[in-house]
Nanobody, 123 residues
């Protein structure tokens, strides 16, 4: 059974930082591109960042480029999202997802999802 478990969310002041962690099990992690999405209250779930199976390439949404960094550790079956310079508009539930292959950013292209972790940024 595949599981993706996110952690690291919480309440932070604007300008602060958080690091989200997603730990995977039940799949061959190194075959999957890993993706972070987020969903703010009343809004659709949106793409945040993705990293290739090797970890050598990344893609970011324009709204987070230069502030967020995605990385992965294939030995630990883990993907991270380092979030710096947080803004109130970054408040959302953040979801980890896995896609078989690289650079998929659409929700319907994901094979597996985590349950999410809440990030709240106070202004």
């Amino acid at each position: 059974q595949v599981q993706l478990v996110e952690s690291g969310g919480g309440l932070v002041q604007a300008g602060g930082s958080l690091r989200l962690t997603c730990t995977a099990s039940g799949l061959t992690f190194s075959r999957y591109g890993m993706v972070w999405f987020r969903q703010a209250p009343g809004k659709e779930r949106e793409f945040v960042a993705t990293i290739s199976v090797s970890g050598g390439s990344t893609i970011y949404a324009n709204s987070v480029k230069g502030r967020f960094t995605i990385s992965r550790d294939n030995a630990q079956y883990t993907v991270y999202l380092q979030m710096n310079g947080l803004k109130a508009e970054d408040t959302a539930v953040y979801y980890c997802a896995a896609s078989l292959g690289n650079f998929y950013t659409e929700r319907n292209a994901m094979n597996y999802w985590g349950k999410g972790t809440l990030v709240t940024v106070s202004s």
